[in-house]
């Protein structure tokens, strides 16, 4: 028996989206083609539909390592175009599998977060 599987963006991630999909809204609105943020928005699209294919697509983050801000079990980061990242969590019962995307950012973000440091 399959499982269905949903994505739900909440938290950050929804506001970082909905703030993109504005700015690339308006790109288009301009006659721009092919800007970062629309790159970057069709690679979020498609993560997305990677993640509903295969809740497991991205990597595993150890336990030891999730900031504790997210309060999660368990996190899992996908990458996007230029080096930006996407972590969410994953929930389920025996009916579905949710993926929660909890945040979207910059690689930079992403290292302050963790606490990894440019040598």
């Known amino acids: 028996m399959n499982k269905r599987v949903r994505t739900v963006l909440i938290e950050q991630a929804e506001i970082e989206y909905k703030k993109l999909n504005e700015?690339?809204?308006?790109?288009?609105?301009?006659g721009k083609e092919n800007t970062q943020e629309m790159q970057l928005l069709k690679s979020i699209k498609q993560k997305l539909e990677f993640i509903k294919a295969n809740p497991f697509?991205?990597?595993?983050?150890p336990k030891k390592l999730i900031p504790k801000e997210y309060n999660v079990q368990n996190l899992w980061r996908a990458e996007l175009i230029n080096f930006w990242r996407m972590l969410?969590?994953?929930?389920g019962d025996h009916v579905e599998?949710?993926?929660f995307i909890l945040d979207i950012m910059d690689h930079n973000k992403y290292n302050k977060k963790f606490g990894y440091r440019k040598k």
């Not at 700015?23 to 301009?30: A, D, H, L, N, R």
């Not at 697509?57 to 983050?61: E, F, Q, T």
């Not at 969410?88 to 929930?91: A, E, S, V």
Request: hydrophobic fraction near 35%; include cysteine.
């Open 23 to 30: 700015i690339v809204g308006e790109q288009v609105k301009e």
């Open 57 to 61: 697509y991205g990597d595993n983050i």
């Open 88 to 91: 969410y969590t994953i929930r």
């Open 97 to 99: 599998v949710i993926c």
